[in-house]
């Protein structure tokens, strides 16, 4: 099993910065890749940001939404990911949910989710 919790949501303004961060425990050498999604008000989750792991290296897509504003990375144990958000608009504003998946057996874990509000 996986655990996942979310942190550094909030209320930020038009143009802000926030950061967000997902520590995971439990069985987190069986994760091949996190991620983040999101889920606005009436609308379906969306990919926002991925990061795998290649051999040492890690390998990192975005939204095409959200390219060259957000950046996704992780620290070096793998424990947490982090979601820099920069440039942020109004439509940014959704619940962020941390995801983490194993490939072997095609399953997801999510976090409890963080709300991002950006305001005028």
């Known amino acids: 099993q996986v655990q996942l919790v979310e942190s550094g949501g909030g209320l930020v303004q038009a143009g802000g910065s926030l950061r967000l961060s997902c520590a995971a425990s439990g069985s987190i050498v069986s994760i091949n890749a996190m991620g983040w999604y999101r889920q606005a008000p009436g609308k379906q989750r969306e990919l926002v940001a991925r990061?795998?792991?290649?051999?040492?290296?890690?390998?990192?897509s975005y939204a095409d939404s959200v390219k060259g504003r957000f950046t996704i990375s992780r620290d070096n144990a793998g424990n947490t990911v982090y979601l820099q958000m920069s440039s942020l608009k109004p439509e940014d504003t959704a619940i962020y949910y941390c995801?983490?998946?194993?490939?072997?057996?095609?399953?997801?874990?999510w976090g409890q989710g963080t709300q991002v509000t950006v305001s005028l």
């Open positions: 990061i795998s792991r290649s051999g040492i290296t890690s390998i990192t």
């Open positions: 995801n983490a998946r194993r490939y072997d057996l095609g399953h997801d874990y």
